[in-house]
């Protein structure tokens, strides 16, 4: 493996927990061997999209992005998942963290989004909070980045969500 492999493969470990860690993913027949595979799948479909993302990437594509990755992982691991489903919330959550520490390391320009999670929703005036872990279509996750944009000025949500993820 080599040095750049390791810290892609730390990364990716890094995302995961993030992405899993307050959502109910699996079902309770999934085995350890479904989890491990569904894992890798998720990185798999976040692999073959995150080539188009070396050049910026509209917006418009980035929703399709997140989209197509939550489709295709519902698609071939309902049986495993908690409900037949994973969340929208789940997926940009995954998706749009990797996105943002490859853009920290220069390896991609700067991403459309920042990811959701309680930190940035809880910037939001309480009626348009959400839990991320609950966005289950994609109209909803852009209607939270739509707030989102209002708040953050003239900074695109992924500066702005740098300055703003750690101030109380």
Known sequence: MTKDEMIKNSLWQVTIYAAFQRAKIYSDSATDED????????KNEVAKIIINYSSPVSEAAHFSNISLIA?????????????????????????NLYLKLMWCLNEI????????????IDKL????????????????????????????????LAAWELEEYEKP
Do not use: M
């Open 71 to 95: 489709k295709n992982i519902n698609t071939e691991w309902s049986f495993a998942l908690s409900n037949r489903a994973i969340s929208i919330g789940v997926i940009q959550k995954a998706l």
């Open 125 to 156: 005036a309480f009626k348009h909070r959400k839990s991320w872990t609950k966005i289950t279509n994609i109209e909803t996750y852009e209607e939270l980045i739509n707030q989102l944009k209002e708040l953050s000025g003239d900074k695109s």
């Open 35 to 42: 989890k491990k595979a569904l894992k890798q799948s998720l």
């Open 109 to 120: 320009p700067e991403p459309p989004h920042c990811p959701l999670d309680k930190v940035i």
